[in-house]
C-alpha cells in the first residue's frame, strides 16, 4: 500500500523548481514560490476530472492541505524514525542509480531507440548456442559453425532451410529462424543493433551475444501503426445454450448494426466477453503484437475511420465484430522521450552510459595521481602471481596522498588504493604485475569517481534533489495518515459503527432485475414475441417460432440488469414487459426474478464504508491542521497566475 500511495504522490508531480522567486503564499512561516506551485498545477491539471473545477485558486486548496500535512509529520518527527530514513537511504539509491549516466550519450542512445520504435524490422536469424564463459576451443568451434551457415545462405542456400538444419533456437525447426516482427526492447540490444544495421535481404556478418552467435537477415522494415481502441461483440464458439449457434448469431448482430441498431446496447445483451459487455463492448487500446490473436489485431487495425465497423470474423475464441474508436499514432520524440530514457538507462544499452560517464566524471574531477603511486604499489606484489598471503605494513608511504577530489579535497590515500588491490588479489590470477597494478588503480578511481558523483547528486543535479524531496515527504505523508487516519478508521469500531449509521443509505445494495431480453428492428415482431410468451411458451421457443416466418433478426439473450442498465424512463416488473422503444429498436424484457434495493448490514460493505469513513477522518485532521495554523496568500500573484490560466 505504502508504495502505491508514494506512487499517487509521483502522479501529482509534487515537483520544486527554483528559477522564478515570487511568493505565492507562507504557511507557517514557510515561503512557497509560484514557480513551485505552477509547476505542481501544471502536472495537476491533466489528472484532474473533466467535471472538477481546475482553476489555479481551486488548486491552491488541495496544494495548502499538502503541505500543512507535510509540516505537521515534520512537527511530529517523523522524519526521525529509523524505518523513515532506512526507507529513504534505500530509494536514494536506487535512484541515483537512473542519474549516472552521461546525457549527450544517452540522449543519442533514445534518439536510436525512438527510430526503432517507430521503424518495425522483420527478420529471421540462425543461433549457434556458446556460453559466455566456454573456453577458447568450444568458443572457435561455435564461431566455425556459424560461419559456415552464413556461406551457405551467401552461396545460395536458402535461409530457412539452412536455419532449419543448423540453427540451435528450438523453434527454428519449425520457422526456419523466422522472428516475425519487433521494435527496440523487444531483443537484446546486441541483437537489436545487428539486425538494425543490417542492409534488407543481406545476411549479417556473425555477432555474439549471451545466448552465442548469431547471423540475422532482416527481410522487411515496416512504420509502426500506433494503437488503436476498439470495441466488440463476441459470441464464443462454445456455448451452454444449444440453440445458439455462434455463426448465424453474429451474422444476426451484424443486420441489425447495418438497420441502424446501437453497438452498445447489442454488445450489452449479447456479447459473451464478460469483462467488456458492461462497457459496450469497450477495450482497453492496443498496439500490434500485443494481443494473442493475429487475426483480432489484423481486422482492428485495417478500419481506417473512426466509428467503422468490420464485417464478422472468427478467431480462436469466437465470432467477433469490431467498432474502431480511436487511432493513437506514434508519439513525437519529444512526447516519447521520457519513457524511452528510463527503458534505455535499464538495459544493454546501460554499459555504454556507464563507459562514458566514467570518461566524463574524469574530465570533471581532473584527477591526478601521484607520482609514486604504481611503483609503490607494484613493490607490494610479487613479480609473479602467488598464493602466498600479503601483509600491509604500517609503513609511512602508506598515508601518502594518491590523489583528491572536489571543492573541498577529499582524500584519498595509498593504503586505500593498495587495500582494493589487495581485495581483487586473491581473484586474479595475473601475468603482468605492472598491468595488474595499473589496471586496478583505474578500476580505483572509476568506483571513487562514481560514489563520490553519487553522494554529491543535489549538488549536481536540481531534478534529482526535487525528485527526492517528493519521495521524503511521500514517506512522511504515508506515515501520518496511516497513524492518524488509516489505522484509526480501521480499529475505531465504534466510530466507524457511527458513521455507518449515519450515512446507511449511501450503502443499499441495487436493485437488479433477471430477464431475458429480445430484441428485432420489427415492431410486428417484438409484438408477437411478446403475444407468444405472455402465452406461457418459452422465449427459446417463440423466437424460433418467429425465425421460421420471418427475415429480420430476432436476438435473445439472459442478463441481469440494473436500472441504470435499463432504456430511459422505463422499469420493470416481474413478467412480461410492455413492448419498449429504443431508438430503432423494439425491445421485450421477460423478467423472472426482481431483487429489490434493501440496507445492508456493516459486515458487508466493510470495506468501501471504511475507505468512506477514512477520508472523513482525513478531512477533520486538515481542517484543524487549517485552524491552528497562519496560512497567507499573496493576491496579486494569484491573480497573476489565474489570468495566465483563464484560456
Known sequence: MKHLFLLLIFLCGFSFAHAQKDILLTINNEVINSEEFTRVYEKNSELIKEDESNAPEDYLKLFIDYK???????????????????????????????????????????????????????????????????????????????????????????????ARALSEDPSAKKNGGDLGWFKAFKMVYPFENAAYNTAINEVSKPFRTSFGYHIVQPIAVRKSAGKVQ????????????????????????SKLLKEGASFETLALNYSDDRVSYRKGGKLEEFEQGQLSSAAFEKTAFSLENIGSVSQPFKT???????????????????????ALTNKVTRDARAQVIS?????????????????????????????K????????????????????????????????????????????????????????????????????????????????????????????????LETNIWKKAQQDSIGLQEFFLRNKEDYRSVKTYEATVCTTKSKSLAKNYRKIISKGISPDEAVL???????????????VLTQEELPEGHHLSKGVSDLIEDGDN??????????????????????????????????????????KSTITVNKEVLKTLITKYEN
Open 385 to 480: 602471481y602467488s598464493e602466498t598471503k600479503i601483509v600491509l605494513n604500517n609503513e609511512p608511504a602508506l598515508s601518502n596522498v594518491a590523489f583528491t577530489l572536489g571543492k573541498k579535497k577529499a582524500t584519498y590515500t595509498y593504503k586505500m588504493v593498495a587495500d582494493y588491490l589487495l581485495s581483487k588479489y586473491p581473484r586474479n590470477n595475473f601475468r603482468s604485475r605492472s598491468q595488474f597494478v595499473e589496471e586496478g588503480i583505474q578500476s580505483f578511481v572509476s568506483v571513487v569517481l562514481k560514489n563520490y558523483h553519487l553522494e554529491h547528486l543535489e549538488e549536481e543535479d536540481q531534478d534529482f534533489a526535487d525528485i527526492l524531496k517528493e519521495y521524503k515527504e511521500g514517506l512522511l505523508l504515508f506515515d501520518l
Open 230 to 253: 476498439v470495441a466488440h461483440i463476441m459470441v464464443a464458439l462454445t456455448q451452454n445454450d444449444s440453440t445458439i449457434i455462434p455463426e448465424q448469431r453474429i451474422n444476426e448482430v
Open 316 to 338: 480462436e475464441f469466437g465470432w467477433h465484430i469490431i467498432k474502431l474508436l480511436s487511432k493513437t499514432p506514434m508519439p513525437t520524440y519529444l512526447d516519447a522521450r521520457v
Open 355 to 383: 563507459d562514458k560517464l566514467d570518461n566524463k566524471l574524469r574530465n570533471r574531477y581532473n584527477v591526478v595521481l601521484d607520482e609514486g603511486l604504481q611503483s609503490y604499489l607494484e613493490s607490494l606484489f610479487p613479480e
Open 545 to 559: 417460432s418467429l425465425k421460421s416466418k420471418s427475415d429480420t433478426p430476432v436476438l435473445l439473450s439472459s442478463r
Open 68 to 162: 500543512l500535512k507535510v509540516q505537521e509529520a515534520y512537527r511530529l518527527g517523523l522524519d526521525n524514525k529509523k524505518s523513515y530514513q532506512d526507507e529513504l537511504s534505500a530509494y536514494r539509491a536506487q535512484l541515483a542509480k537512473n542519474y549516472l549516466n552521461d546525457v549527450k550519450v544517452t540522449e543519442e542512445l533514445v534518439k536510436e531507440a525512438y527510430d526503432r520504435t517507430v521503424n518495425e524490422l522483420n527478420a529471421r536469424h540462425i543461433l549457434v548456442r556458446v556460453s559466455p564463459d566456454a573456453s577458447p576451443s568450444d568458443t572457435l568451434v561455435a564461431y566455425r559453425n556459424i560461419t559456415q551457415a552464413r556461406a551457405r545462405i551467401i552461396n545460395g542456400e536458402n535461409f530457412e532451410k539452412v
Open 586 to 627: 423494439f425491445i421485450v424484457y421477460n423478467v423472472s426474478t426482481i431483487t429489490e434495493a434493501k440496507d445492508q448490514l456493516l459486515k458487508d460493505v466493510r470495506g468501501v464504508v471504511i475507505s468512506d469513513y477514512q477520508k472523513e477522518l482525513e478531512n477533520k485532521f486538515v481542517m484543524d491542521l487549517r485552524d
